[in-house]
């Protein structure tokens, strides 16, 4: 989730975009999910209903980079460890929510889950 408005600012000050990516139920996170349950991570449809109405539906095939060559880059710079999360960013359809909205997200029928902006 980015707060926009935060975002906004940051961009005409040239600062980082550090409280707009970074505050309290910024990052949801799913229940985990283990490998066996995917049989290839670049070929799952993500998707996201915000208040009942589908705003994202793509394929992991779209991503600029693969998960290995994203790997090998981010670890030329920093350790991941076990149980480290690589967020990659999301598809296009990005729509702007407000307090009270009930979002409800997930990836094929492996997973989702729910929840409403504070």
């Given at each position: 989730m980015t707060a926009r408005d935060f975002q906004d600012e940051a961009k005409k000050e040239g600062a980082p975009w550090f409280l707009a990516k970074?505050?309290?139920?910024s990052c949801p996170v799913s229940?985990?999910?283990p490998k066996e349950k995917v049989a290839d991570p670049h070929k799952l449809r993500l998707w996201?209903?915000?208040n009942g109405v589908e705003k994202q539906n793509a394929t992991t095939d779209n991503m600029i980079?693969?998960?290995?060559?994203?790997l090998e880059y981010?670890?030329?710079y920093?350790?991941?460890e076990p149980g480290d999360m690589v967020l990659?960013?999301?598809p296009a359809g990005v729509a702007r929510v407000q307090s009270g909205d009930l979002i409800e997200c997930g990836f094929d029928d492996i997973v989702s889950?729910?929840?409403k902006v504070q």
């Open positions: 970074s505050f309290d139920s229940d985990f999910v996201c209903n915000i980079f693969d998960i290995p060559t994203l981010i670890t030329q920093v350790t991941l990659t960013g999301t889950m729910s929840f």
